[in-house]
């Protein structure tokens, strides 16, 4: 579904390395949770996935090509004078949904987000909590065979949060492959059919999760990071 | 093709539907428009000049300035929560989306142009009424290069701090073909002569169009992609 193979990436004429011989390999139904504190290249890796930069080196391959990413990042992507079901729209077209189509999976997309009572609200009039939902719509809107989310519990609420991780576990039940970017062991695990740490642009260890627990791989982590020369600040949910 | 007028249309239509909803661009053009041929009008001493002489040269100067506002806003609304960043994820090919900018400014710039021109007819008082369709081809075919190479130097500069004032200084030596046929042709017609002693002056500009649309077409990529 999703294949990574020695990807290099550097800023800076190669001064900043971000990528540095990342592999990996994804089937359908599978989700990789990359753990790394700021700075360890996670959405830079995210970014070459979708195809927004092209790396130094390596070779990306997505099954479907670019329609078949969904890609949450930093920012909603959305536009603020439009209203939430405008805003589905429009992207519903760029990604080829039939017209016909468009408007049921709008609105069938908002209820699964829980953003259906604001679909007529200009996107500027919401709460952060609220554009993180719809920023989560829209890059479920064509039913992406691929996801990308880079950090995607940023502004959630602990309710909103737990209904993502409950519509990801779906996604991963109907065969959709999900790359999951945090530097929070306690969000991204439960989710995790592989994990990987991630520092100074390279997979310090990349692992199926196996029977292991949050604690465990929270621990891991912090060792992981430790070894490389510190700098994780204790693991859990820390060195942001 | 048809895939590509597709995206281009949607991309266009919603540029269209943000600035008609927020109107910052279109409104500042407008009034710049209303205001540079006041000043003009009222600046002007029409026993030392004659009106004829300056009309055309005030028209495509205030055309251009208030073209090039405009032309500024159109990249820099894909700034906001990073739009652009999902557009060059999607499957919309670049191509596609530098059309869909450049049919939103034409309509943009021509929208302005519909309002500035019977203003310049009523301020400067000049015979347009015997030369109209032509005039308005004449505008269409200018419009369409230096909207061209404005759309595609808004992209080159909207991550850069100085963004406006860059778009000025790259855009205006490649706009001096294109105005000075355009100056050329529009005199021509105001002073009653014939289009065929323009003959040159409208290839310059359709060769103009057709080479920067082109251009444009095919560089596009590079001032977006990372």
Known sequence: MLSAEGLRHAFRGGRVVALDDVSFSLAAGQTLTIFGPNGAGKTTLLKVLAGLIRPDAGRVTVAGGRGAIGWIGHHSHLYGHLTVRENLLFWASLYGVPPSARGVNAAATMRRVGVADWANQPVWSLSRGLVQRAAIARALIHDPRVLLLDEPFTGLDLKAAAALRALLGELRGAGRSVVLATHNVDEGVELASVVAFQRRGRFVQLAPRGGRSAAQIAEQYRRAMAEEGGGAGGGRGVDG | ?226
Do not use: C, H
């Not at chain 2, 279109?26 to 001493?45: K, P, Q």
């Not at chain 2, 404005?150 to 992209?155: E, K």
């Not at chain 2, 021509?188 to 003959?199: C, D, F, H, I, V």
């Open chain 2, 1 to 226: 093709m048809a895939d590509l007028l597709r995206q281009a249309w949607t991309v266009a239509r919603k540029d269209l539907v943000l600035e008609f909803r927020t109107r910052t661009a279109i409104v500042s053009a407008l009034v710049f428009t209303a205001l540079v041929l006041t000043v003009f009008n009222f600046g002007r001493d029409p026993t030392a000049v004659p009106t004829i002489d300056l009309a055309p040269t005030i028209l495509w100067v205030t055309f251009t300035f208030a073209a090039m506002l405009t032309l500024n806003r159109a990249f820099q609304l894909e700034l906001e929560n990073q739009a652009l960043e999902g557009l060059l994820v999607s499957p919309l090919n670049r191509t596609s989306l530098y059309w869909g900018k450049l049919i939103a400014n034409l309509m943009f710039v021509a929208l302005v142009e519909s309002v500035g021109l019977p203003l310049f007819v009523l301020f400067f008082d000049v015979p347009v009424g015997r030369v109209l369709l032509p005039l308005v081809g004449v505008i269409a075919l200018a419009t369409l290069g230096f909207v061209a190479v404005g759309t595609l130097f808004s992209a080159l500069v909207m991550r850069t701090r100085f963004a406006e004032l860059l778009l000025v200084v790259l855009l205006l030596p490649f706009l001096v073909p294109p105005l000075i046929g355009a100056v050329q042709v529009t005199a021509l017609l105001l002073g009653g002569r014939p289009l065929s002693e323009a003959a040159g002056w409208l290839r310059l500009l359709a060769a103009y169009d057709i080479g920067f649309v082109s251009l444009a077409s095919l560089l596009f990529r590079f001032t977006v992609d990372e």
